[in-house]
């Protein structure tokens, strides 16, 4: 659960950790109490990134069987945005409170978009492995400041490094048309029913700001890809 506008727009995500069935959960939940019930995360002091604009799953992203988390800032870095993803099996995960970034590869990594891109404003880890490399779930991440989106690869937890800037990360880069605020939103699935994970991204200011969505069909041979 994100939480933007904490601490001055600094931002703050919570993980609420699920219950067994008899768990009996209050009409209204304290998320500030959570105790050993789940995980607190804090931006840096004065980043005003606002962080928990965007969360989301991740999949499986370094391939251990373990779902992974996501969590955007996309106003970080004078709105070049940061996602951070952590490894849900990480030792920093322990922690009842976390402060971010996590820059040791071991817990996850983060990544930072170019200049006024708010990389970050949408995530989703809902693509599965969309590049059927079999190396764990891949993730898609929406810049909307410059009208793209990322589709970052899965892989083993040994090759990722942190920071990294979303020029050169290993994927996929999609590009919308001028002001159309291409990547406002993205999400995948399998939308076809072929088999195969797809893409879809928004883009609210296209046609006039009427708005438009793109679905990107996804395929075993990368010489299939439509884009």
């Known amino acids: ?9 600094d931002g703050k995500a919570v993980i609420i950790f699920g219950k067994v069935s008899s768990f009996v959960w209050p009409a209204v939940f304290d998320a500030t109490a959570l105790g050993s019930g789940g995980r607190t995360f804090h931006a840096a002091s004065g980043s ?9 799953p991740a999949g499986d992203l370094n391939d251990h069987g373990i779902a992974d988390v996501a969590l955007a800032a996309p106003y970080a870095a004078a709105s070049a945005g940061q996602v951070q993803v952590l490894f849900s099996e990480a030792t920093v995960m322990k922690s009842a409170s976390i402060t971010l970034p996590i820059t040791n590869p071991s817990n996850g990594f983060y990544f930072q978009g170019d200049a006024n891109s708010l990389f970050g404003y ?11 490399m079999s190396l764990g779930d891949d993730i898609i991440i929406g810049a909307p ?22 020029s050169t990360l290993e994927g996929i880069t999609l590009v919308g048309s001028a002001s159309e605020f291409f990547g406002c939103s993205v999400t995948g699935g399998d ?3 072929d088999g195969y994970s797809d893409l879809v991204i928004g883009a609210q200011g296209s046609n006039g700001g009427i708005g438009r969505a793109y679905i990107v069909c996804g395929h075993c041979s990368w010489s299939r890809w439509h884009f």
Do not use: C
């Open 1 to 9: 659960v994100g939480d933007p506008g904490a601490s001055s727009n």
């Open 48 to 56: 005003a990134g606002k962080l928990g604009w965007a969360v989301s």
């Open 122 to 132: 949408s995530i989703s880890g809902r693509v599965g492995d969309f590049n059927h």
């Open 145 to 166: 400041g410059v009208n793209k989106a990322y589709l970052l690869f899965g892989k083993e937890t040994g090759n990722w490094k942190s920071p990294q800037m979303s």
């Open 191 to 193: 939308m076809n029913a």
